[in-house]
């Protein structure tokens, strides 16, 4: 059985930073991409960033280019999110997700285990 536990969230004022991590175990690590996505109140949980097996490629969502960062550690079975210049608007729970695939499209679908969430509130 895979687990995944995030940490890292927290309280920040806009502009500010916030370093997400999330600790795997269960299986292969390093044969799978990852993911983070979030849920904010009231809206669908939506893909944020994701990253390839080998950790050469990334994907991220429009809002957070240039803001955010994923990456992988297939050593330590982890991947982190690097949060900087943090909006009102990225106020969320955080998911950490692995994928059944190496690569990944950002499609809720390919992801086949996911973390019970780290909660991200930025105030203005």
């Known amino acids: 059985q895979v687990q995944l536990v995030e940490s890292g969230g927290g309280w920040v004022q806009a502009g500010g930073s916030l370093r997400l991590s999330c600790e795997s175990s269960g299986r292969t690590f390093s044969r799978y991409a990852m993911g983070w996505f979030r849920q904010a109140p009231g809206k669908e949980r939506e893909f944020v960033a994701g990253?390839?097996?080998?950790?050469?490629?990334?994907w991220y969502i429009d809002s957070v280019k240039g803001r955010f960062a994923i990456a992988r550690d297939n050593a330590k079975s982890a991947v982190y999110l690097q949060m900087n210049s943090l909006e009102v608007e990225d106020t969320a729970v955080y998911h950490c997700a692995a994928a059944m695939r190496p690569y990944t499209l950002g499609l809720r679908s390919e992801y086949g285990y996911w973390g019970q969430g780290t909660q991200v509130t930025v105030s203005s």
């Open positions: 990253i390839s097996w080998n950790g050469i490629k990334t």
